[in-house]
């Protein structure tokens, strides 16, 4: 079954403590996204990734990383979780064979930072 | 750089009348790409339908049309014959043409009344 997994689903964490929520898919797609969203703000894109090691910024990129060495992974690393980190997280990939790049999400991951 | 607007954070609609969604969006690029996307309790994001800029005729999906006013840039969705199964948050979204920069609107939550 053609899918974007993320994992964890859920996790409750402290200030400060590093995490690393991952992101894979098994379509062969050369981009990947990750985006947050919080209520009244809609998905707000984090980073991108156009290829294996290209990567870009989007528009909330502080204090997130991110690194593609692997085509089907996109890992996105939070150094030093703070509360307004708190948020769901969605993985999306799509493929640079379609002209529209139609987007297929993951299930997202609902982080908490206390 | 690009902005999507929705004006209308809630909405309702009667089961099997139709509803219009808006949405209006600013970019500088000529060759883009529209989406509406649908998020119901399950939080997964579901592509509902698609419009390219260059094509002139409006984009349909079975129940699901657009009514894009290019020259407006507006990116309205109708739901015709709406069904319980709508009620979710519709979220707009605009990607310009060979880059994967996409943002999206802050949500319109459909209420679907029996």
Redesign the interface.
Request: zero cysteines; glycine letters at 14%; proline letters at 4%.
């Given at each position: 079954e053609a899918q974007v997994t993320q994992n964890p689903r859920y996790l409750i964490t402290v200030t400060g403590k590093k995490l690393t929520v991952t992101c894979s898919q098994n379509m062969n797609h050369e981009?990947m996204?990750w985006?947050r969203q919080d209520p009244?703000?809609?998905?707000?894109?984090i980073y991108?990734?156009?290829n294996v090691e290209v990567t870009?910024k989007?528009?909330v990129p502080e204090g997130y990383k991110v690194s593609r060495k692997e085509k089907r992974n996109f890992p996105l690393i939070l150094e030093s979780p703070s509360p307004n980190q708190t948020s769901?997280y969605?993985c999306?990939s799509?493929s640079a064979e379609r002209?529209?790049?139609?987007?297929f999400?993951g299930?997202?991951t609902r982080l908490t930072v206390l | 750089a690009q902005t999507v607007t929705q004006s209308q954070p809630e909405m309702s609609v009667q089961e099997a009348e139709t509803v219009t969604l808006s949405c209006t969006y600013d970019t500088s690029e000529s060759d883009y790409y529209l989406f509406w996307y649908k998020q119901p309790p399950s939080r997964q994001m579901i592509l509902v339908i698609r419009q390219e800029a260059y094509k002139q005729q409006n984009a349909t999906e079975n129940r699901f049309s657009v009514n894009f006013q290019k020259a407006a840039k507006s990116f309205s969705l109708k739901i015709s014959d709406s069904q319980l199964g709508d009620a979710a948050m519709y979220f707009c979204a605009s990607r310009p043409g060979g880059y994967q920069k996409v943002t999206f609107g802050t949500g319109t939550k459909l209420q679907v009344i029996p």
């Open positions: 981009y996204s985006y009244g703000l809609g998905l707000r894109q991108y990734s156009m870009d989007g528009d769901l969605f999306a799509s002209l529209d790049n139609e987007q999400f299930p997202g | -």
